[in-house]
């Protein structure tokens, strides 16, 4: 495999702050107030750098991880089951003594595959591919994210010390992935700048994720033909970069995959978000 381009969806310069409904909004606007245009990216094969691709350094890293025990496709085997796994994967990826698994996604792309346009998406238990470039957690999202997953008390004393968020994606079919796969951006080539903060509006709270504004310098990658037992890795958040210029937060998108044959299965993957923290 060689890099590919593909048209990527990013945030058009936007006057005002940023929002983004959780659910349809009351006054029929639409879900999201910002406007994305699509830009071209050079996006690099991964597999190529084999044993220099790092979650220390591009921010992200793809590992084989067999599933050993429960059913990727079933809530309770995932939590009882699964998280116990992908928290022992993490701390050992990390060196962080403590990592707890909090959250999961699965996605299915419909079999008609709509445009990867950044407009798509519902609030079903299983949601499109998100096709738009952007990031998970922020300085806002992520001190909350570890109060609620820890507590009041034990999240004051891991927030003493480094904290990251880190995701964990993964195809779902019994084939290697060909439609819609995931491309990551090394972080070392995000500025702090491209971010721009996005509330999402729940209708009992308010989260926030970064949308990212496009920059030449962006560099991209992805990993070819991503199979259920290789899992790719990526921080979304990482206390530790909290006043750098240079973020450690991997911005990332579903893209059309211009390699992909028309009649390839319809993309269907899981993502699995885990806690890790230094300090008890």
Known sequence: MAE????????????????????????GAPRFNGRLVARPARIGDAR?????????????????????????????ALTRRVYPEVEALVRRLTGAPFARAF??????????KPPLDGTGGS???????????????TPLSAPLRLRQVLGGSCAAR??????????????????PLQDAPLALADARSVRRDDLVPNDLIYPDRRGQTYAVLHRP?????WFPDQTIDE??????????????????????????????????RPRQSLEMRVLAWFAN
């Open 217 to 221: 310098d962006h560099l991209w990658y």
């Open 48 to 76: 190529r750098l084999t044993g220099s691709v790092t979650l220390g350094e591009q921010g992200f890293q793809l590992i084989e991880h067999h599933v050993a025990a429960g059913d990727l496709t079933d809530d309770d």
């Open 231 to 264: 899992v790719t890795a990526f921080v979304h958040y990482d206390s530790a970069s909290a006043l750098e210029a240079v973020t450690r937060a991997v911005p990332h998108t579903a893209f059309e995959n211009p390699l992909a044959p028309a009649d390839a």
């Open 4 to 27: 590919v381009g593909a048209r990527l969806q990013y945030l058009a310069p936007h006057a005002g702050p940023l929002h983004t409904w959780a659910y349809d909004p009351p006054d």
């Open 103 to 112: 959250d999961h996604t699965r996605r299915r792309r419909a079999a008609h």
């Open 123 to 137: 609030f079903a238990a299983v949601r499109e591919p998100v096709g738009r470039v952007h990031a998970d957690y």
């Open 158 to 175: 891991a927030a003493l010390g480094r904290y990251l968020i880190i995701g964990l994606w993964r195809p779902l079919l019994e084939v």
